[in-house]
């Protein structure tokens, strides 16, 4: 584990120097892996023979890892103080949120507010300097554990490219090795008793359901009065128009004015929007819908001032088609719409 930590440390150090190179030279971490293993099986051959001093080694490479995981993190957050990472280009910006990659999210999201850049900037750098010091290096790991799990199941759930997966994954499996080190210590900080605050309650039963309760009441409320997403799976989904009909005249959807609908969103929470060419020209409203004759009713709630309600029917979902037909302002509509997605 040091000699791969070590590695992906020299590699970012070294990233400007070696520039197009350093995708060739991934193979690089596991190359020390494979050297470390010679490296062990040596060790401890000449350990039986006692020709080596294998406290002195150990402490070492416990030293060294703690040295190239601060080496490593320290490097990630000064380009994040520097705007060298997680700085979105105003090109990205731009974009639709639907059209952004699960990585590309994570830029545009941290890209809005540099203090919290900054913050998570100056966990690392701190939380890396501690580590340096036997006195202060569990601080270090409590600092940085949050801070690198985070990183991680970011990496993991928004797809980001498997390298930086990787690096991440050695250093915090790097900060749980060396917890190790003080388990003893750990455990009793977590897990020892402290001062008498448990309820008043003799009968231990009605004491640990009480303590449930507290978990399982907001639960109860949410299943009772909430309203749950996605109560329609089938006509939840995004639609594009394919051909529009007004007061028995169809019109050109692909060439269309801005009075026409282009898609149309059927979402959670009974939430509904037109687009008119583009998203800046939506309409959004909420509606009611029966399962079983399929009627809808829909109350416009955006933009301010458009009040005209809509009144359809919905035909079942033919090969990802499904016609609307309804009453708007006065006007017949009917709307062909394809499912995208």
């Known amino acids: 584990m040091v000699a791969i930590i070590s590695m992906y440390a020299l590699l970012e150090v070294s990233r400007l120097f070696i520039g197009i190179w350093i995708d060739r030279m991934a193979f690089l971490p596991f190359a020390a892996f494979a050297l470390a293993v010679i490296y062990a099986i040596s060790w401890h051959r000449r350990e039986k023979q006692q020709q080596i001093d294998t406290t002195n080694i150990f402490s070492f490479l416990h030293n060294m890892m703690c040295y190239f995981i601060c080496l490593d993190l320290s490097m990630f957050a000064w380009r994040k103080v520097f705007l060298l990472q997680l700085h979105a280009p105003l090109a990205l910006l731009d974009k639709q949120l639907g059209e952004l990659s699960g ?7 941290f890209s809005h507010s540099y203090p919290l850049t900054l913050c998570v900037a100056l966990l690392q750098l701190a939380g890396s300097f501690f580590l340096l010091f036997r006195k202060t290096r569990l601080l270090g790991i409590f600092t940085l554990l949050p801070v690198t799990v985070n990183i991680l199941l970011l990496d993991i759930f928004y797809d980001v490219e498997a390298g930086a997966l990787i690096q991440i994954l050695f250093i915090t499996l790097g900060l749980f090795y060396l917890l190790l080190f003080d388990y003893e210590k750990v455990m009793r900080f977590f897990f020892s008793e402290g001062p008498d605050g448990s309820f008043v309650f003799r009968n231990a039963i009605l004491k640990n359901a009480l303590r449930i309760s507290a978990v399982l009441i907001p639960l109860a409320l949410c299943i009772s009065l909430y309203d749950y997403p996605n109560r329609h799976p089938d006509i939840t989904g995004k639609f ?9 005249k169809t019109y050109d959807t692909v060439n269309c004015s801005d009075s026409l609908f282009t898609l149309a969103y059927f979402d959670d929470k009974n939430t509904i929007v037109f687009e008119r060419n583009s998203p800046q020209k939506w309409l959004v409203g909420d509606f009611q819908y029966n399962k079983t004759t399929r009627d809808m009713k829909v109350i416009w709630r955006y933009p301010k001032g458009f009040l005209d309600t809509l009144t359809a029917t919905l035909s079942p979902l033919d090969k990802n088609r499904m016609t609307l037909s309804g009453i708007m302002k006065q006007d017949t509509l009917r709307v062909e719409l394809e499912k995208l997605k």
């Open 103 to 109: 990585e590309q999210l994570i830029m545009g999201f």
């Open 240 to 248: 594009r128009v394919v051909k529009q009909t007004i007061n028995g």
